[in-house]
T-cell receptor, first 116, second 109 residues
Framework: GAGVSQSPSNKVTEKGKDVELRCDPI?????LYWYRQSLGQGLEFLIY????????KSGLPSDRFSAERTGGSVSTLTIQRTQQEDSAVYLC??????????????FGDGTRLSIL | RKEVEQDPGPFNVPEGATVAFNCTYS??????FFWYRQDCRKEPKLLMS???SGNEDGRFTAQLNRASQYISLLIRDSKLSDSATYLC??????????FGKGTTLSVSS
């Protein structure tokens, strides 16, 4: 497709379950980013990938969060043993490459995650 | 001090009005600056990049003052469709975008 694609659009799950969120970036974009937006809050950066490599994982909120990217394309964000505070919209973005700060990042529609 | 600060508003203006939003950022090493627009329950969409020389795109004008660490967005002849949250965004190192919490604009007929 032409834009960043995320799935699922919505996910409702019980506390303690694991969830996996998927992002398919714009074709040709080597840089991929994950953010989350909690209700009434600004967007919070989580992690970025240049190719399949994530050099800095310090933005992940806890060790229950992990992310991977394979083939330089699709990325998955996994949250283990979900907690209610994980409820948020998880947004993925992509850009041509990391390190070129003037390149805008283009966002997907997000996954709205609700933890019961 | 927050990295990117904006007046949350809301700004309630009639159609045809001119409205200005301001934003300040704390890290003087910031390299690139953007305004994004976010509609309710939608993803952020790039509105425009911001340059020190100032730039204009139709009814929208953006300005950056690096000395004051200040960014502005001016919207002329407001339309109903301009109603949204406007996000001031800074990029420091070509990786993470740092977002302000946004300024809400409501344009009424």
């Amino acid at each position: 497709g032409a834009g960043v694609s995320q799935s699922p659009s919505n996910k409702v799950t019980e506390k303690g379950k694991d969830v996996e969120l998927r992002c398919d970036p714009i074709s040709g974009h080597t840089a991929l980013y994950w953010y989350r937006q909690s209700l009434g809050q600004g967007l919070e950066f989580l992690i970025y990938f240049q190719g399949n490599s994530a050099p800095d994982k310090s933005g992940l909120p806890s060790d229950r969060f992990s992310a991977e990217r394979t083939g330089g394309s699709v990325s998955t964000l996994t949250i283990q043993r979900t907690q209610q505070e994980d409820s948020a919209v998880y947004l993925c973005a992509s850009s041509l490459e990391v390190g070129r700060s003037n390149q805008p990042q283009h966002f997907g529609d997000g996954t709205r995650l609700s933890i019961l | 001090r927050k990295e990117v600060e904006q007046d949350p508003g809301p700004f309630n203006v009639p159609e045809g009005a001119t409205v200005a939003f301001n934003c300040t950022y704390s890290n003087s090493a910031s390299q690139s600056f953007f305004w994004y627009r976010q509609d309710c329950r939608k993803e952020p969409k790039l509105l425009m990049s911001v340059y020190s020389s100032g730039n204009e795109d139709g009814r929208f004008t953006a300005q950056l003052n690096r000395a004051s660490q200040y960014i502005s967005l001016l919207i002329r002849d407001s339309k109903l469709s301009d109603s949204a949250t406007y996000l001031c965004v800074v990029n420091q190192a070509g990786t993470a975008l740092i977002f302000g919490k946004g300024t809400t604009l409501s344009v009424s007929s």
